[in-house]
């Protein structure tokens, strides 16, 4: 790309950047910025210098903040502290359907759905790992080959939690129009695999669920017993079920969450209380994709969640309350199918999901091309909303990780 093409848009992004924080760091009272972009530790990378007064009693004094481009990681000069902004996406070409996890040895490890990228290699479940929850690296696979237990489908939607020791990864088997999809469990010593495939756990025949793809395990402490309940489903209604001790096999009868107008469920304990985020609306047709992730609450793992209205999601075509929609605006459409919420280390949580990018819909096999993204979750009166209920443009606050 030509250089002063470059420039400019930098230029044009430092704008963007004023008309979204008219204090650009607030930590330091940084008012009536100007924004510029250079080079400045030479590494090829636009630097960001922004420059203004703060207020020291009644005498206005000028200062000026250099954010140092780290590949793509934005840290204030001079502090130490590393990672101050960053911007999104987090990670490219692709990782549809992401499950982020920290593993026990301090690193955060992203997975997601079984793709071809542009190296034309076909990924057998992605993974990428990061220190600081914004510089991704490439692992590896987490399957040396297929599981062997359905004979067609691709393996979509890990989840992967560290519990027990281990990092058990439950994941779908599905084509798409899939009569019979399905569920298995698969485990591994290493959060960078390989995970050795332990079978089906069930397909929708055998659990009575239409398209039983999209799992999530969800961990509780009830009396001092850890409880492990299985969330699934994909627009046939979202179920539960309690699942043994070992994780490896179910318990008792399954129970419905929410009705048919969701996929992809994620519940969130904060609290006392039970965060249900579900996505709804058409996932891969591109920029043309509706996908988008709406929220309810309940005070049980089992329900009854409810929206800020009080409207029970049982029922089939209700909603929830709006969380986080795309706008072709801001670049970015289709936002959804997020991972476990992400706590950092001052106790703010974070929201990461994959989404479509309008310049860049689709991968060279003609597939929807999905990076995944991360904005912070604020809370007000016990609701959660990211800002805007759009993903985050611009330089964004980076999660505090320690060292």
Request: glycine share 12%.
């Amino acid at each position: 790309m030509n250089k002063s093409i470059i420039i400019l848009f930098c230029l044009i992004f430092s704008a963007e950047l004023l008309a979204q924080y008219h204090h650009f760091d607030a930590a330091f009272g940084l008012q009536h910025a100007d924004v510029t972009t250079a080079d400045i530790d030479n590494d090829g990378d636009l630097d960001i210098i922004a420059s203004g007064v703060t207020s020291e009693g009644t005498v206005s004094v000028a200062k000026s903040f250099v954010y140092i481009n780290n590949n793509g990681a934005y840290e204030l000069q001079g502090t130490g502290k590393g990672a101050t902004y960053y911007q999104n996406p987090l990670f490219e070409p692709d990782l549809a359907d992401p499950t982020v996890i920290r593993a026990a040895d301090g690193w955060f490890y992203a997975y997601g759905t079984q793709n071809t990228w542009p190296d034309g290699v076909n990924h057998l479940v992605p993974i990428v790992k990061s220190k600081n929850l914004i510089q991704w690296q490439f692992v590896g696979n987490a399957f040396n080959s297929r599981p062997s237990w359905k004979s067609a489908g691709g393996i979509w939607a890990p989840d992967v939690s560290y519990t027990l020791g281990k990092y058990y990864m439950f994941y779908s088997v599905s084509t798409w129009g899939d009569a019979n999809p399905g569920i298995g469990l698969a485990i591994a010593d290493s959060p960078a695999g390989p995970f050795v495939d332990q079978g089906k756990l069930f397909d929708s025949e055998s659990i009575g669920v239409s398209n039983s793809i999209d799992p999530f395990l969800f961990q509780t402490t009830v009396a001092d017993t850890l409880q492990s309940y299985l969330f699934w489903g994909s627009f046939f209604g979202i179920y539960g079920i309690q699942l043994s001790s070992d994780l490896k096999s179910t318990v008792g009868s399954k129970f419905k969450i929410a009705g048919n107008a969701f996929e992809a469920a994620c519940v969130f304990e904060k609290d006392g209380k039970f965060y249900f985020f579900g996505s709804l609306g058409s996932c891969c047709e591109g920029v043309n994709s509706q996908y988008h992730v709406n929220m309810a609450v309940a005070t049980s793992p089992k329900g009854p969640y409810r929206d800020k209205a009080g409207n029970s999601i049982l029922a089939d075509g209700q909603g929830g309350s709006q969380f986080l929609v795309g706008n072709k605006s801001i670049g970015w459409v289709g936002p959804g199918h997020n991972s476990k919420i992400v706590t950092d280390d001052a106790g703010n949580h974070y929201f990461i999901y994959h989404a479509i990018s309008v310049d860049k819909p689709n991968l060279p096999n003609g597939a929807t091309r999905r990076p995944i993204l991360m904005d912070k979750i604020n809370w007000v009166g016990g609701w959660p909303y990211i800002i805007s209920n759009i993903p985050g443009k611009g330089l964004l606050k980076a999660p505090v990780i320690n060292p």
